[in-house]
């Protein structure tokens, strides 16, 4: 295949991703096929390769009952289903030497069955990528990646691989078979315990400890990857499709790819720059394991939003600590976890054993290696998932820091203007916070961001009545409040402060003039602070249409979106 080919191929196959996951968000299922058609802008070639996926995902009934095997894989190209075993194999292919005893899961990119191997006799799990389904270049290079990648590892937790052929020119490779389920159903069950759980999950780390000294990292680590056998309680971890030798470049991942899964996915993973990848990212999926296992969530909410602002809430959100979520969480296991979870990855264990290492000091009731954050730290973390809130109140700090300063040295010593400001100032203060707590109540319902800024534009105002109303330099916090606006990343909300800013100064204008028309500004001074309302709005509303949504604003819901 030649470079050009290459290209339009990988162009085509990026295309094909695309609608597919369009789709796939479009719902409702039985209608997703005429959808998939009326979408003209792709040409008829790719349409037909989702409607061909999107059946293919379809021919499993939803609510299947959960197989004897989670050996399925879930790339963000299109999920296996799991389906209940068919001991008729009247249309199953033919395999040399192994008998097909059913279907374990099957998506959009491939299928597993469950075989007995005639020489020697044992039972295994075979898994077959469609090629004519969804044969992207990468997608075969990844393929055998998995293989080659699993097979280099010696570890008694990494789930082998015996045998790599092809069937008609569909290549398959032999895995052994695990009697049981994934972790994410284990969970979803509740029935493991946090003590077991933790010593397995140490296993899982000296496992990918050992694959890390291969030179190996695999990139998704999350519960549905990782196997739970019925009757043993061992992991497993499993599915090296994305993984990465550390010393070679692979061009299994192409541009446009979504490394990982959402929810469980390190921060760099998120990063154009794909060379960030490193040990850390393992470090990170162990992390979101421990997290799910020890809350019974995601380290990061993906229930809802697009893929960019999924993407933005990969890379700047940072992670609730487990102990907000459930207090019985003892502190050193809340330390560990969120040492894992660090946005930068050289804050993270430097590897996996040193997790493993702390984990089991943590069982041991020794003490641990990993240290709490410092007080700046968790004031930067606090912050950054309240930025409405910080910012308020350290504009306040600010503005009362100056108002004291010209108050007791005498360059503005009203005490009337004194006293109003150190109230407004400190109702301000009370009403932030008032409107964060109802905003995490309501879940970031969108309206609250519309009354609470409505709040502190009718605070200010009330202020400059106490100073020189429309004279009053305090004008300039109009400006302040509206540039601030921006952060709840809201489009139609930029345009509703902007208003609301100008009928605010329009407000004291109106006021000068029919009662000190003497003390009315100046036309020179009007009409460039008006101007620059709109200006700094304007440019506010054009900067939210170029950026991806902030975490903050992705979980508003209700009127005003």
């Known amino acids: 295949m030649t470079e050009d080919e290459l290209a339009r191929e990988r162009d085509r196959y990026q295309q094909i991703h695309k609608l597919f996951l369009s789709a796939v968000e479009t719902g409702p299922e039985s209608a997703l096929e005429d959808w998939v058609q009326s979408q003209s802008q792709y040409s008829l070639s790719v349409r037909s390769a989702v409607v061909a996926m999107l059946r293919a995902d379809s021919l499993n009934p939803e609510g299947a009952e959960a197989t004897k095997s989670s050996q399925s894989t879930s790339h963000q190209r299109g999920d296996f289903r799991t389906v209940v075993e068919d001991e008729s194999n009247s249309h199953h292919p033919l395999f040399d030497n192994f008998e097909i005893l059913g279907e374990i899961a099957r998506g959009g990119m491939g299928v597993v069955y469950k075989a007995r191997q005639i020489r020697p006799n044992r039972i295994v799990a075979i898994k077959m990528i469609r090629r004519h389904m969804f044969s992207a270049p990468s997608d075969m290079e990844r393929f055998f990646l998995e293989a080659e990648a699993a097979s280099q590892v010696d570890s008694e937790s990494v789930v082998p691989i ?8 569909e290549p398959f490779i032999v895995m052994k078979y695990i009697e049981g389920e994934n972790l994410e159903e284990v969970f979803r069950q509740g029935t493991m315990d946090t003590v077991t759980f933790l010593k397995q999950l140490i296993t899982i780390c000296r496992a990918v400890s050992v694959v890390h000294d291969r030179g190996i990292i ?17 992991f497993w971890i499993t599915d090296f499709g994305i993984a990465k030798y550390l010393d070679r470049d692979s061009k299994a991942t192409v541009a446009g790819d979504l490394l990982g899964t959402p929810g469980y996915m390190a921060p760099e993973l998120a990063s154009v720059d794909m060379g960030l990848a490193s040990r850390a990212v393992d470090v990170y999926g162990l992390g979101a394991v421990l997290y799910r296992g020890l809350t019974g969530l995601a380290p990061i909410a993906t229930d809802s939003g697009s893929l960019v602002s999924l993407i933005q809430k990969i890379r700047e959100h940072e992670i609730v600590p487990p102990r907000l979520i459930q207090r019985r969480i003892p502190r050193s296991l809340d330390t560990i976890c969120m040492k894992c979870l660090e946005t930068e990855p050289l804050r993270r264990y430097e590897n996996a054993g040193e997790l493993a290492d702390d984990l089991q000091r943590f069982l041991d009731d020794e003490p641990i290696q990993a240290r709490p ?3 700046s730290r968790r004031l930067v973390r606090w912050a950054r998932n309240r930025p ?3 910012v308020t109140w350290c504009g306040l700090a600010i503005f009362y820091v100056y108002h004291l300063i010209c108050f007791y040295s005498g360059l503005y010593p009203d005490a009337k203007f004194h006293q109003a400001a150190t109230v407004v100032t400190a109702l301000t203060a009370i009403n932030a916070y008032v409107w964060q707590y109802t905003l995490m109540r309501t879940k970031s319902a969108a309206w609250v961001f519309y009354v609470w800024l409505t709040c502190d ?6 202020l400059l009545f106490w100073a020189a109303s429309a004279n009053s330099s305090l004008v300039l916090l109009y400006h302040v409040i509206v540039a601030g606006s921006v952060l709840r990343c809201r489009k139609n909300l930029v345009v ?7 009928i605010g100064y329009g407000i004291h204008l109106t006021y000068l003039n029919y009662t000190q028309p003497l003390e009315l500004p100046e036309i020179h001074r009007t009409v460039p602070t008006t101007l620059s309302l709109i200006l700094i709005g304007i440019i506010q509303y054009f900067s939210l249409l170029r950026s991806a949504t902030s975490f903050e604003a992705q979980r508003t819901r209700g009127p005003f979106r």
């Open 496 to 502: 509703y402060v902007t208003l609301a800013a100008l």
């Open 373 to 375: 954050l410092g007080l």
């Open 457 to 462: 534009l009718a605070l200010l105002t009330a």
């Open 388 to 390: 409405g809130l910080a």
């Open 218 to 234: 695999h990139r998704d680590i999350k519960p549905s990857n990782i196997l739970v056998d019925r009757s043993t309680q061992r």
């Open 162 to 169: 015996f045998e790599i052929g092809d069937v008609q020119g």
